[in-house]
């Protein structure tokens, strides 16, 4: 079962989720694995702390022109709608920071003058923390385009029983490159303007894609009322509610799982996803 955790913004605390309850599913003896999809700032290692066995390099294609064949006829350039190749002088420019991988350049080029080849923007990390399966994935600093991090990622499909898929904040492409093909998605929100805001748009994402989804409600006691309020009209399963509480706060500063403040927490995100398991199966 593959159970994504997203939030339509930053710091609503997906990353806590997702790194709690997979430590939860692994200490009832189940086997777990939570892959770090939020490639621009990975951080679920600062709590499951995992031993890294196997690190890969994440690539992606781009062109490289020979220019003993081109004839700088310009139809790449023409092809181009990311703008990422172009006839210059004498030579063929290619910006491979901002290049799709698309092939479209090499396919329309007359003369064959165009291969592809692989280039680094990545890398992908596996390891074993807490007793959980550890993936990660991290782009490089300076890359523009992370999907394709994400992509292999989620190339390398588990064998394990739960796999749980922390997904980057928001709701544009490289979200969706999380949560495809997934069984269910949890959208972790709190209750501020903000928050109801991104939830929205949160909301609305998983089901045009057509996702079985619910919300988790982090620093639920911090707000007026509205989020569940949204809930309600919008039949929204609200699965779990989280209260502030300074001490996890604090132990989220120092890397810690919420259960290390509060033994409950183990019992409530097993609940979690004991809930999850009946709503996905057959
Ligand atoms: S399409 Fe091929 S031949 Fe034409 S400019 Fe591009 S690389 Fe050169
Ligand atoms: S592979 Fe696609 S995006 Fe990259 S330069 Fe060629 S046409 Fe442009």
């Given at each position: 079962?593959?159970?994504?955790?997203?939030?339509?913004?930053?710091?609503?605390?997906?990353?806590?989720?997702?790194?709690?309850m997979?430590v939860a599913i692994a200490k009832e003896g189940r086997d777990v694995?939570?892959?770090?999809?939020?490639?621009?700032?990975?951080?679920?290692?600062?709590?499951?702390?995992?031993?890294?066995?196997?690190?890969?390099?994440?690539?992606?294609?781009?062109?490289?022109?020979?220019?003993?064949?081109?004839?700088?006829?310009?139809?790449?350039?023409?092809?181009?709608?990311?703008?990422?190749?172009?006839?210059?002088?004498?030579?063929?420019?290619?910006?491979?920071?901002?290049?799709?991988?698309?092939?479209?350049?090499?396919?329309?080029?007359?003369?064959?003058?165009?291969?592809?080849?692989?280039?680094?923007?990545?890398?992908?990390?596996?390891?074993?923390?807490?007793g959980?399966?550890?993936?990660?994935?991290?782009?490089?600093?300076?890359?523009?385009?992370?999907?394709?991090?994400?992509?292999?990622?989620?190339?390398?499909?588990?064998?394990?029983e739960v796999?749980?898929?922390?997904?980057?904040?928001?709701?544009?492409?490289?979200?969706?490159?999380?949560?495809?093909?997934?069984?269910?998605?949890?959208?972790?929100?709190?209750?501020?303007?903000?928050?109801?805001?991104?939830?929205?748009?949160?909301?609305?994402?998983?089901?045009?894609?057509?996702?079985?989804?619910?919300?988790?409600?982090?620093?639920?006691?911090?707000?007026?009322?509205?989020?569940?309020?949204?809930?309600?009209?919008?039949?929204?399963?609200?699965?779990?509610?989280?209260?502030?509480?300074?001490?996890?706060?604090?132990?989220?500063?120092?890397?810690?799982?919420?259960?290390?403040?509060?033994?409950?927490?183990e019992r409530?995100f097993w609940e979690?996803y004991s809930?999850?398991?009946?709503?996905?199966?057959?």
């Amino acid at each position: 079962m593959k159970i994504a955790i997203a939030s339509g913004k930053g710091g609503t605390g997906k990353t806590t989720i997702a790194t709690n309850m997979a430590v939860a599913i692994a200490k009832e003896g189940r086997d777990v694995a939570y892959v770090d999809c939020d490639v621009e700032e990975p951080n679920g290692h600062i709590f499951l702390k995992p031993e890294i066995k196997e690190q890969y390099d994440a690539t992606v294609l781009v062109p490289h022109v020979d220019l003993n064949k081109c004839t700088l006829c310009g139809d790449c350039s023409a092809a181009c709608v990311f703008n990422a190749i172009a006839v210059l002088g004498k030579t063929v420019e290619v910006f491979p920071s901002i290049c799709h991988s698309c092939g479209g350049c090499s396919d329309v080029c007359p003369e064959n003058a165009i291969d592809d080849i692989p280039r680094t923007i990545g890398h992908i990390s596996r390891g074993v923390g807490m007793g959980v399966q550890f993936y990660e994935g991290r782009l490089n600093v300076g890359e523009a385009i992370s999907p394709p991090v994400t992509k292999a990622l989620r190339k390398l499909d588990t064998n394990s029983e739960v796999i749980i898929i922390d997904a980057p904040p928001g709701t544009s492409c490289p979200v969706i490159e999380a949560i495809s093909g997934t069984d269910y998605v949890i959208l972790v929100t709190e209750p501020t303007p903000f928050g109801l805001n991104d939830l929205k748009l949160a909301v609305g994402m998983v089901q045009e894609i057509g996702l079985p989804h619910g919300i988790v409600i982090n620093r639920s006691d911090i707000g007026d009322g509205k989020t569940e309020e949204f809930c309600h009209r919008q039949n929204l399963d609200i699965l779990m509610t989280i209260p502030f509480d300074r001490r996890i706060a604090e132990a989220y500063s120092r890397g810690e799982m919420m259960s290390d403040v509060n033994s409950e927490y183990e019992r409530r995100f097993w609940e979690l996803y004991s809930s999850i398991a009946e709503k996905v199966s057959p």
